[in-house]
């Protein structure tokens, strides 16, 4: 098992420029969550998908869209990227939502826009 | 809302001291409290949970104790290695969407 995936691992976009970042899991987990990781700040949710097909805003999504492919593959795009969304990007799963299950969490994307 | 506070770092230890890092939090209802893991360049790892007041959550030499009476879960180890260095967050869950609610996280350098 790989766990949790993500692609690219680095990334440098000059600020107009869109691009999607790519998760991916193999535990057969419902529910999926972005995050970005600022200094200071701890990890703050972006959004979260509970179950295939739904997704739903946290704490920081503006700047953001998310698209839920299939029960695997939950992906985050910026359209059009700004020096404020400089961060790393984390994914995470878990088996669902409405209860209290460990998340696991993909490797990270590093993002610095220019 | 909910929220996590927890001490700030850097924290600096020689190898085989005892650890404690403080985390406190305020939460509705019953949540779920968590200590996570962060080596460097690397994503996160769960360390240790506890679901319910009073229950002790352990791994690798690591525990910390959910205290509702306190609002507390605080990590500790009796003996730290140099391979603990890490950024360590403390995290809660609760309510329909088990969104996790992290610290700021705390940098641990042990030094040999």
């Known amino acids: 098992n790989a766990g949790v995936t993500q692609t690219p691992k680095f990334q440098v976009l000059k600020t107009g420029q869109s691009m999607t970042l790519q998760c991916a899991q193999d535990m057969n987990h419902n529910s999926m969550y972005w995050y970005r990781q600022d200094p200071g700040m701890g990890l703050r949710l972006i959004y979260y998908s509970a179950s295939e097909g739904t997704t739903d805003k946290g704490e920081v999504p503006n700047g953001y869209n998310v698209s839920r492919l299939n029960k695997r593959e939950f992906s985050l795009r910026l359209e059009s990227a700004a020096p404020s969304q400089t961060s790393v990007y984390f994914c995470?799963?878990?088996?669902?939502?409405?209860?209290?299950?460990?998340?696991?969490f993909g490797p990270g994307t590093r993002l610095t826009v220019l | 809302g909910n929220s996590v506070t927890q001490m700030e770092g850097p924290v600096t230890l020689s190898e085989e001291a005892f650890l404690t890092i403080n985390c406190t939090y305020t939460a509705t209802g019953y949540p779920s409290l968590f200590w996570y893991v962060q080596y460097p360049g690397e994503g996160l790892q769960l360390l240790l949970k506890a679901t319910k007041a009073d229950d002790k959550g352990s791994n690798k030499g690591f525990e910390a104790t959910y205290r509702k009476e306190t609002t507390s879960f605080h990590l500790e180890k009796g003996s730290v290695q140099v391979s603990d260095s890490a950024v360590y967050f403390c995290?809660?869950?609760?309510?329909?969407?088990?969104?996790?609610?992290f610290g700021t996280g705390t940098l641990l350098a042990v030094q040999p």
């Open positions: 995290a809660l869950t609760g309510g329909a969407t088990n969104k996790l609610i």
């Open positions: 995470a799963s878990s088996a669902r939502t409405g209860g209290k299950d460990t998340q696991y």
